[in-house]
């Protein structure tokens, strides 16, 4: 399976392999019993993971349990927030594009992809890969979700400046 679009961050483009290589097979999802805690060590710091809640029925809204938060990831947005739901602790204008790329990846099934500029701050790039995995293989029930932040400077920075 090819990635789901051109992941443009190489970070984010290699933790989409490492999760394409631990399908058990073609059609099927990998759950969280197909990696180890190590094997995520290359990400850990820009990686959190979200227990998928789907609730009693088909029109019960899906909700997103925080299980862990990497270090920086927890500095963007501002503190922990282990064990909280995503909805309760998004207070962005991002909200509703946050969520909705989770209910995609859990919905579809597939990796979700975006890159996040704000028009106020064109110095600030946010890309955020959006992983399902499933422990029967097809039902997703967690998503792990990397992100990562690039900030370019108006100019370049000098030791020389007093």
Do not use: C
């Amino acid at each position: 399976m090819s990635a789901p679009v051109d992941i443009a961050h190489s970070k984010l483009r290699s933790l989409y392999h490492f999760w394409e290589s631990r399908r058990p097979a073609p059609d099927l999802l990998p759950g969280r019993q197909h990696f180890q805690a190590e094997d995520i060590w290359p990400w850990i710091g820009y990686i959190g993971m979200v227990d998928v809640e789907r609730g009693d029925g088909p029109d019960t809204p899906l909700r997103f349990r925080i299980r862990l938060q990497g270090e920086n990831l927890a500095r963007l947005t501002g503190n922990r927030q282990a064990g909280r739901y995503l909805d309760e602790t998004l207070n962005t204008k991002y909200r509703e594009l946050i969520l909705d790329q989770h209910i995609q990846a859990a919905r579809t099934g597939q990796p979700a992809y975006r890159i996040q500029r704000d028009d106020s701050k064109p110095w600030k790039r946010i890309d955020r890969l959006v992983l399902p995995f499933a422990s029967d293989g097809h039902t997703v029930d967690l998503l792990m979700t990397g992100l990562y932040m690039a900030v370019t400077p108006s100019r370049p920075f000098s030791e020389n400046i007093p």
